[in-house]
T-cell receptor, first 112, second 112 residues
């Protein structure tokens, strides 16, 4: 089955800097790659997603890139703010949610 | 708009006691429903999913069971809790046509 690895496990940046979180997946049939943000005591919230027919997607300060050949995808957050501090999860799915696999998460801390 | 409710938010139960966690979804019909468990510092593990009333699929063998008595209601149960059942339990939903998962705010279960 699918295996998703996520790095780094913790990331600390200064406010205003950029943050990059990387994930790799094992199953070349995976075609949907969401990113979730989880704040303390809450459930994960979908922040951006990308499908395998697209190489990059942007939404304001957040962008995701996908390299299908290398089977890795990344989350980029620019101009980080303290409220970006949270745990971020990547995931990969083949055709439906029943087999969506999650990375272990990255704890991002943005220092003011 | 669609909303998902999970309760209780926190729960402390003794070993050997029963468990019942409830999840309901509003604003959509015939959703796919999921139960995930999140261990501290780890990713999300899929426990059960359901594509319709009375239809439950289990991803991992365990001390837990799930039921879907109504279209938008998903229940996680145990007859006798183990210490290892402690964790953060998340309910999620998706539509049949869209891949994105939407999570509730979770239940933190501590088995003592």
């Amino acid at each position: 089955g699918e295996n998703v690895e996520q790095h780094p496990s913790t990331l600390s940046v200064q406010e205003g800097d950029s943050a990059v979180i990387k994930c790799t997946y094992s199953d070349s049939a995976s075609n949907y790659f969401p990113w979730y943000k989880q704040e303390l005591g809450k459930g994960p919230q979908l922040i951006i997603d990308i499908r395998s027919n697209v190489g990059e997607k942007k939404d304001q300060r957040i962008a995701v890139t996908l390299n299908k050949t290398a089977k890795h995808f990344s989350l980029h957050i620019t101009e980080t703010q303290p409220e970006d501090s949270a745990v971020y999860f990547c995931a990969a799915s083949i055709s439906n949610n029943n087999d969506m696999r999650f990375g272990a998460g990255t704890r991002l801390t943005v220092k003011p | 708009s669609q909303t998902i409710h999970q309760w209780p938010a926190t729960l402390v139960q003794p070993v050997g006691s029963p468990l019942s966690l409830e999840c309901t979804v509003e604003g959509t019909s015939n959703p796919n429903l999921y139960w995930y468990r999140q261990a501290a510092g780890r990713g999300l593990q899929l426990l059960f999913y359901s594509v319709g009333i009375g239809q439950i699929s289990s991803e991992v063998p365990q001390n837990l069971s799930a039921s879907r008595p109504q279209d938008r209601q998903f229940i996680l149960s145990s007859k006798k809790l183990l210490l290892s059942d402690s964790g953060f339990y998340l309910c999620a939903w998706s539509t049949l046509s869209a891949v994105a998962l939407h999570f509730g705010n979770g239940t933190r279960l501590t088995v003592t």
